[in-house]
């Protein structure tokens, strides 16, 4: 088993050092990558949590003991392939901050509430035709200090599981129209405007359910010259 990645797919994606950004200035590399080839074992396995997934781990408003404060939203898409084919029975995580901007997580203290009834992570296995959909709560923006009065746009993160760990891909969703992009240097780290403008949501007026929820759609495309930008390719 060969994985093979077209050339045109790394211009999609960030450069490791992106000054701007600063932690990458600590954690990219300063010499050149040395290539290592993968094993079978690697290129086989081991696979993670495709069979774990639950009938409603996808809905992450259903999650506690009420519903969580805050817009819920529909977000739904296709895993693709750079051809445009649906990718089936890929593993699709996502994780993200609450209606006020905060992550369950020890390492936030963002001095913003946390909503016992919202974990911020949910699960989901794309279908024979690479198609996914989530339940969730529009998340808030927040301050993350990397420079002055420095504030994340609202996001959610995306994980994809393909064949092993070494075929996992992390990308982040924004949503149309959000005032902060100018100023997130991660947004920005992606050069090519037009591929930054892959990682934006396009509002989905018609599968939004009324009275109920709006929705968003957002196509991941793994690689090729319409490729997602991933942060860790």
């Known amino acids: 088993m060969t994985l093979v990645y077209p050339v045109q797919s790394l211009a999609a994606h960030p450069p490791r050092l992106s000054p701007a950004y600063k932690s990458t200035v600590k954690r990219s590399p300063t010499k050149p990558l040395i290539p290592m080839?993968?094993?079978?074992?690697?290129?086989?396995?081991?696979?993670?949590g495709h069979e774990t997934v639950r009938e409603h781990d996808h809905d992450l408003t259903i999650q506690g003991k009420s519903e969580p404060i805050g817009e819920r939203i529909i977000?739904?898409?296709?895993?693709?392939?750079?051809?445009?084919?649906?990718?089936?029975?890929?593993?699709?995580?996502?994780?993200q901050?609450?209606?006020?901007?905060?992550?369950?997580?020890?390492?936030d203290q963002h001095p913003a509430p946390l909503d016992p009834n919202f974990t911020g992570a949910g699960?989901?296995?794309?279908?024979?035709?690479?198609?996914?959909?989530?339940?969730?709560?529009?998340?808030?923006?927040?301050?993350?200090?990397?420079?002055?009065?420095?504030?994340?746009?609202?996001?959610?993160?995306?994980?994809?599981?393909g064949h092993s760990f070494v075929?996992?891909?992390?990308?982040?969703?924004?949503f149309p129209g959000d005032p902060l992009f100018p100023f997130d240097p991660i947004f920005n780290s992606v050069t090519d405007e037009k591929a930054r403008n892959r990682m934006i949501s396009?509002?989905?007026?018609?599968?939004?359910?009324?009275?109920?929820?709006?929705?968003?759609r957002f196509n991941i495309v793994l690689r090729g010259r319409n490729a997602t930008p991933m942060e860790n390719s």
């Not at 739904?76 to 995580?93: F, I, K, M, S, T």
């Not at 923006?141 to 994809?160: E, Q, T």
């Not at 075929?167 to 924004?174: A, E, N, P």
């Open 37 to 48: 080839r993968h094993t079978l074992s690697e290129l086989t396995g081991p696979v993670y």
């Open 202 to 216: 396009s509002f989905d007026l018609d599968n939004t359910k009324p009275d109920w929820a709006l929705c968003y």
């Open 123 to 161: 699960r989901a296995q794309t279908d024979a035709e690479g198609y996914y959909r989530f339940v969730t709560i529009k998340p808030g923006a927040y301050p993350w200090g990397n420079h002055h009065n420095a504030w994340r746009p609202a996001h959610i993160h995306f994980s994809v599981f």
């Open 97 to 107: 901050a609450n209606a006020c901007g905060r992550y369950v997580h020890v390492v």
């Open 75 to 95: 977000v739904h898409g296709h895993v693709l392939d750079e051809d445009g084919r649906g990718v089936p029975n890929a593993l699709v995580e996502l994780w």
């Open 167 to 174: 075929s996992r891909l992390v990308t982040q969703m924004y």
